[in-house]
């Protein structure tokens, strides 16, 4: 029973706000990388952003076209990784996947590979 659920997604318009959460069960969450992809119809998935293991600073990793306006966190009490995202627009629709893995040397990353367990995804719908 391994899962991750997403909720959150929703419709907004550009320059909006929205919260993504992910409840993970059935596996040590602090242990994992966690982190959270985007695909848009006819597109390659995306890594969004991801965040380390519970242990260490908590590091974190955006992609170019989200930095300084997603933030990922992690709160380890709650088996809950969050994306909230800032000032949206319009190419940020897509469906969000939050994911799980483990660190390789340590190390977390946005490869969708690095990552085993996916949840369903939450659509994310921004209008202009």
């Known amino acids: 029973q391994v899962q991750l659920a997403e909720s959150g997604g929703g419709s907004v318009q550009a320059g909006g706000s929205l919260r993504l959460s992910c409840v993970a069960s059935?596996?040590?969450?602090?242990?994992?990388?966690m982190g959270w992809f985007r695909q848009a119809p006819g597109r390659e998935r995306e890594g969004v952003a991801r965040?380390?293991?519970?242990?260490?600073?908590?590091?974190?990793d955006y992609a170019d076209s989200v930095k300084g306006r997603f933030t990922i966190s992690r709160d380890n009490a709650k088996n809950t990784v969050y994306l909230q995202m800032n000032s949206l627009k319009p190419e940020d629709t897509a469906m969000y996947y939050c994911?799980?893995?483990?660190?390789?040397?340590?190390?977390?990353?946005?490869?969708?590979?690095?990552?085993?367990?996916w949840g369903q995804g939450t659509q994310v719908t921004v209008s202009s």
């Open positions: 965040i380390n293991t519970g242990a260490g600073a908590g590091s974190t």
């Open positions: 059935g596996f040590i969450f602090s242990s994992n990388c």
């Open positions: 994911a799980a893995g483990r660190p390789t040397y340590g190390l977390c990353t946005r490869n969708s590979l690095r990552y085993n367990t």
